[in-house]
């Protein structure tokens, strides 16, 4: 599949990859398209170039292992950890490999997995739970992000918390808050839908960001400032207005992807203590803590799944994903 210079997403044929030493082959089941997709597609993608072949949030099965691969076996069910990384820098070898100084995502600077099968290093591949359904499994990549980006947050137990963005991503973040503690749960998105539907996920109040007074509705709400912010859209609106609504002292998480530079209030960061963090991706233990949240029934999938489509109709599928209307479009293999 390739999204090629003018935004157009195409089928290729081309003869069926072989894993070179160890590497294996997987058969593609399900494939996510997720916002950095959208933006991609787009053109808007500040670290994605066209032309490029998609797909990161995968789950297949292991068809064909290359030499020197003892770790996996034909068969096995697994998904996809995108992040290649060089394992000798400094970040890597504290532990914080994504952050690697040659860090490639795989479908994104590589060739991805929207295809019906694709090679890829035996690391980068997780064993799915016998308990874990494929729907499920294909959203451990998505969540892994929000779960690090809540980890980097620091302790949330009984925290009072605002999500700013109630797309996949925004929404799981607000389900990663509530796991790790969080006593109140706040969402703001422009779309009345988003909002109802964080309100079925179990947020405790959700508004229009053109609210008017809106920090100061929420610090009402709240009893005063929001112990963390994560900002899931990552505008200078939305980073502004993080900033007045966290409490002193508070912390500001940037979870979304700017598509290009950003005005940030600096008087109120310094005024009040804030700390503004980035969070990129995530690592392993955050995939694993992503699968035991799935596998405890933590994220309701027939609230992020809307709608499936096959692979020959990956450009329906890229357009739906655009859609407001739509959470997590899937493209469908075999």
């Keep these: 599949m390739t999204v090629t210079a003018d935004g157009e997403v195409t089928l290729d044929r081309v003869p069926r990859p072989r894993p070179a030493a160890g590497e294996v082959r997987v058969s593609t089941r399900l494939i996510g398209i997720c916002g950095t997709d959208v933006h991609a597609r787009r053109g808007e993608h500040p670290f994605i170039s066209r032309p490029y072949h998609p797909g990161h949030e995968a789950v297949g099965v292991v068809a064909e ?67 874990l359904t494929d729907a499920q499994a294909v959203l451990v990549e998505p969540l892994a992000t929000p779960v690090h980006a809540v980890r980097r947050a620091g302790d949330l137990a009984g925290s009072d918390v605002l999500v700013i963005g109630a797309g996949p991503i925004g929404l799981l973040t607000a389900l990663a808050t509530r796991a790790a503690g969080a006593r109140t749960v706040i969402v703001t998105d422009p779309v009345a839908a988003k909002r109802d539907r964080a309100l079925r996920l179990g947020a405790d109040a959700a508004y229009a960001p053109d609210t008017p007074g809106l920090p100061d509705v929420v610090r009402e709400r709240l009893g005063g400032g929001a112990d963390a912010v994560f900002d899931c859209v990552s505008v200078s609106a939305s980073v502004t207005q993080a900033v007045q609504i966290v409490e002193k002292g508070g912390t500001v998480m940037v979870v979304g992807v700017p598509q290009g530079p950003s005005s940030v209030p600096l008087d109120l960061v310094q005024d009040r203590e804030i700390t503004v963090r980035g969070s990129l991706m995530y690592v392993e233990e955050d995939v694993r803590a992503a699968v035991s949240l799935l596998a405890a029934g933590a994220v309701p999938v027939e609230e992020f799944i809307t709608a499936t489509f096959p692979l020959d109709r990956a450009d329906e599928a890229f357009r739906a994903a655009g859609s407001p209307d739509q959470m997590k479009v899937l493209v469908a293999v075999g």
């Design 65 to 131: 292992t290359g030499p020197g691969v003892t770790s996996l076996a034909e068969g096995d069910r697994v998904l996809l950890e995108p992040n290649l990384v060089c394992g000798t820098c400094r970040h890597c070898r504290s532990g914080r490999y994504n952050i690697c100084a040659t860090l490639r995502v795989i479908g994104c600077q590589t060739a991805g997995a929207m295809a019906d099968s694709f090679t890829v290093p035996a690391g980068r591949l997780h064993r799915v739970p016998d308990g």
